[in-house]
Nanobody, 127 residues
């Protein structure tokens, strides 16, 4: 059974930091692009960052470049998203997802191309 389990969400102050973690199981981790996506109330789901597990290539949405860092641990089948300099507009439910067959850039632009999804974790940035 494929599982993607997110953790680390919560409340942060503007300018603060949070670290999200995604634990994957049930598929060959190294064959997939793993990504973080978010959905704010009343908005479409959007790509935040992706990483190609096989070689560590990373992709970022323009809105988070320089503030968020994605990393993977192929020994543990986990992907982390370090979020810094948080802004109120970063408030959303953050989802971890996995996809195979396309680049991370493709999945950033087309989240629904991902094959598997976690249930999400809420991040709230308060001033």
């Amino acid at each position: 059974e494929v599982q993607l389990v997110e953790s680390g969400g919560g409340l942060a102050q503007v300018g603060g930091s949070l670290r999200l973690s995604c634990a994957a199981s049930g598929f060959t981790f190294g064959d997939y692009v793993i990504g973080w996506f978010r959905q704010a109330p009343g908005k479409e789901r959007e790509g935040v960052s992706c990483i190609k597990s096989s070689d560590g290539t990373t992709y970022y949405a323009d809105s988070v470049k320089g503030r968020f860092t994605i990393s993977s641990d192929n020994a543990k089948d986990t992907v982390d998203l370090q979020m810094s300099s948080l802004k109120p507009e970063d408030t959303a439910v953050y989802y971890c997802a996995a996809g195979a067959g396309y680049s991370g850039g493709y999945y950033l632009a087309w989240p629904w191309g991902m094959d598997y999804w976690g249930n999400g974790t809420l991040v709230t940035v308060s001033s």
